[in-house]
């Protein structure tokens, strides 16, 4: 049984000509410029999340250490202008980026949202690459 659509993912996929979610947590997939799979998923309380892996987290623990405090001073410093930001999966096996969107947001601050986040996604994959 599927969960409710929500309406912002729902009008977004109609607007862009992406089939409606089938999956049961209502997540659908955006592929931008052929590179970044943004997911695009329902969250608590009708706020809507944005998220794309970055990178894999190195095994050993002094690499994995090394490339999280790197990319957290990264992160600590881009907090006050962006919304999107760095965080680690909960098995701590991969790097992701991940922005929300409150709850009563329209279609246009949607659309607003994912381009200011496909932006911080080009910068964060980039960054993720070079010290890895």
């Not at 992406?18 to 009708?46: C, E, F």
């Not at 998220?51 to 990319?71: K, Q, W």
Request: proline share 5%.
């Amino acid at each position: 049984m599927n969960a409710p659509q929500h309406p912002l993912i729902a009008a977004y996929a109609a607007r862009h000509g992406l089939a409606p979610s089938t999956r049961a947590d209502g997540r659908i997939t955006v592929v931008i410029d052929d590179t970044y799979r943004v997911h695009l998923q329902p969250a608590r309380d009708g706020w809507l999340a944005m998220s794309a892996r970055l990178c894999a987290l190195p095994a050993g623990d002094a690499d994995r250490d090394r490339l999280v405090t790197e990319i957290g001073k990264l992160a600590a410093g881009m907090l006050a202008r962006h919304a999107a930001t760095c965080v680690v999966d909960p098995q701590g096996r991969a790097l992701w980026l991940q922005q929300s969107l409150q709850p009563g947001s329209g279609e246009l601050a949607l659309d607003e949202a994912m381009g200011a986040f496909a932006n911080a996604l080009s910068f964060w994959a980039g960054a993720a690459r070079r010290l890895a």
